[in-house]
């Protein structure tokens, strides 16, 4: 999934890079909430944690395997701040150190499989663990919906941005009905692999699933006559309210509707459009010649490429920023609270 | 997808190359790719003086060119989508050896391949003259945000421990007969996963306790001085520097054709 160099054009680059940014900056200060003063080495940790678990490969049909992304199960593990914070430090690390993921990508990268599958994760984790009802069956559930809407979510941005700002014409139905279909696939190993270790987890360290704070019963001293003293007298992590997280999830998975549903009406019309370009050039190549010059010439000079891309990145920092800043809003009213 | 990571670049060795101060290299290698990015698909040549370019401080840094070529191989599943553009791409068809391919498809591919290719050297250059630890305190004299360097140090510290811990246990399964063929098998995988997300985090909570007994107070000192003096800004700058040159004079020259 690394995107490298020269895949999208440099306005989306650079918008890309702007949106990853404010989130690391947003994502820095929450995760001192998450971890207080264990940030960095815990953080490192997890960060190695993920990266070990991209290379578990796992075989997802004949022939085929994909590998974690990790953005799920790290934010159910270990929360959501925290885990953007090591999926950044993840991708740097491969872009600087291993040449995976281009430089000028970076952006993209974080944005799209730091910042997206994180967010979509987190808060369809949090939907479906609040609706099942704050149970270890009802989390791994959360974390098994989570993993496997968070992959297709990523490979849709992806065709978004693509279709935004990339370097190549594609017929965005197509293609989004292909990186979709691949990716629900993945999706479902991703999910099978983050329900099963957010089990596993629970199983023997329950405290140290971020996703299941709250869960565990208060420790309480029983007397031989009976009397019951509660013990460890400092409050239990607050468990953190839906606010600003779930009205992201929310937005996010309706937005995901609304481009899924657009796509899966628009393929059947994508893949009649190329048949009918196929049939109908053969006939018409001198008006085709004609056309191309122009289509050349306006993307040398980068005009309308650049204004379609501009517009797109306007969007996306709306939307991205509206909704980091309803979740720090949150995040400070709770802190207030 | 599924390219490892097992072992990184870096080439010990001691040209000027790798003497240089790490986060001018930094500087120079993104300034590069963005050059690299913002170059017009059409103009060839420059491409080719951007290749040179690379091949020049990779001979004066003694990186032999099957080093770099055998790393490469993390371009490859990008390389496959490039190559699927000419297919899939609209507008208008040349027909090349019997296929129907898209005129805009396969500028794009040489586009992204191109790029692709001279990104992944770049950086691989830098990786390859760099010691990961002056990566990060190029990154950290860069002024990025001191949480994030220190998490990256951590992890850096962490990972050949994590990745031996995965090791053994990979051992372990398939020396009890376990081997990852279809769906079945990926309860197993899994548990492997939580069992060192487990273990990986107790080590860290236990490193963390002997950190703060050793007088750890949230930041790592610095012991090496990483200033760099104007002389060697000039020499790194060289790099971006021709690269935009060319650009501009092939741009200039093209538009008063």
């Not at chain 1, 022939?63 to 914070?85: D, E, I, K, M, R």
């Not at chain 1, 799209?112 to 609040?130: A, D, E, K, P, Y």
Request: aromatic residues 6%; hydrophobic residues 55%.
């Amino acid at each position: 999934m690394h995107v490298p160099d020269g895949f999208f054009n440099v306005a989306v680059s650079v918008s890309a890079g702007a949106v990853a940014a404010a989130g690391v900056a947003v994502c820095l200060r929450g995760a001192r909430r998450e971890l207080d003063d264990r940030t960095a080495p815990m953080g490192g940790l997890v960060a190695a944690f993920i990266f070990a678990v991209q290379m578990l490969n796992f075989p997802v049909a004949a022939g085929t395997s994909g590998h974690l992304l990790g953005g799920a199960l790290a934010a159910v593990l270990v929360g959501p701040y925290t885990a953007v914070l090591c999926m950044a430090v993840v991708l740097l690390v491969q872009g600087f150190f291993f040449a995976d993921g281009g430089l000028t990508a970076l952006g993209v990268n974080i944005t799209l499989m730091g910042i997206v599958t994180v967010v979509v994760g987190w808060g369809v984790f949090l939907l479906i663990s609040r609706a099942l009802g704050r149970s270890r069956a009802g989390i791994v559930a959360g974390a098994f919906i989570a993993a496997l809407v968070s992959v297709p979510a990523s490979a849709l941005a992806f065709t978004l941005l693509f279709w935004i700002g990339g370097t190549a014409p594609i017929e965005v139905g197509t293609v989004a009905a292909a990186m979709g279909g691949v990716h629900v696939l993945i999706g479902i190993g991703e999910a099978l692999i983050t329900g099963v270790t957010v089990s596993t987890v629970l199983a023997v360290r329950p405290d140290l699933v971020y996703g299941a704070r709250g869960l565990a019963a208060p420790l309480v001293l029983r007397g031989a006559d009976g009397e019951m003293t509660p013990v460890g007298t400092a409050e239990p992590a607050p468990v953190k309210r839906p606010g600003g997280f779930v009205l992201g999830g929310i937005a996010v998975a309706a937005l995901l509707a609304g481009i899924v549903s657009f796509f899966a009406s628009a393929s059947p019309d994508g893949l009649e459009r190329v048949a009918e370009d196929k049939g109908f050039l053969s006939a018409a190549t001198d008006h085709a010649l004609g056309e191309l010059p122009l289509a050349d010439y306006g993307e040398a000079g980068g005009i309308p490429v650049g204004i379609a891309g501009l517009v797109g990145v306007g969007v996306t920092l709306g939307v991205g920023g509206g909704l980091f800043l309803a979740v720090r809003r949150g995040g400070r009213a709770r802190a207030d609270a | 997808m599924g390219a490892g990571h097992h072992h990184q670049i870096y080439r010990r060795d001691d040209t000027f190359v790798h003497r240089l101060p790490p986060h001018c290299k930094l500087l120079a290698v993104v300034a590069f790719a963005v050059v690299v990015v913002a170059t017009p698909r059409e103009l060839f040549a420059v491409f080719g003086v951007y290749a040179l370019l690379l091949a020049v401080v990779a001979a004066a840094a003694r990186v032999p060119p099957g080093f770099v070529l055998r790393r490469m191989v993390i371009e490859v599943p990008f390389v496959v989508f490039a190559v699927a553009l000419p297919f899939i791409g609209l507008g208008e068809r040349v027909s090349v050896a019997g296929m129907s391919l898209s005129v805009a498809g396969l500028w794009a591919a040489w586009n992204i391949l191109a790029k692709a290719t001279l990104g992944v050297v770049a950086s691989m250059l830098l990786a390859a003259t760099t010691e990961p630890r002056m990566i990060l305190l190029g990154a950290q004299r860069l002024r990025l945000p001191s949480l994030l360097v220190q998490i990256a140090m951590f992890m850096l510290r962490y990972l050949d421990v994590i990745l031996g811990e995965m090791r053994r246990m990979r051992v372990a399964r398939e020396s009890r007969g376990f081997a990852a063929r279809d769906v079945r098998h990926i309860p197993v995988i899994a548990r492997s996963a939580g069992a060192l997300f487990i273990r990986s985090y107790e080590r860290g909570e236990r490193v963390h306790l002997a950190m703060l007994s050793r007088g750890y107070t949230g930041s790592m000192p610095v012991i090496q001085d990483v200033r760099a003096s104007a002389r060697q800004w000039a020499t790194v700058a060289l790099l971006p520097a021709v690269a935009l040159a060319v650009l501009g004079a092939a741009v200039l020259g093209t538009g008063a054709l």
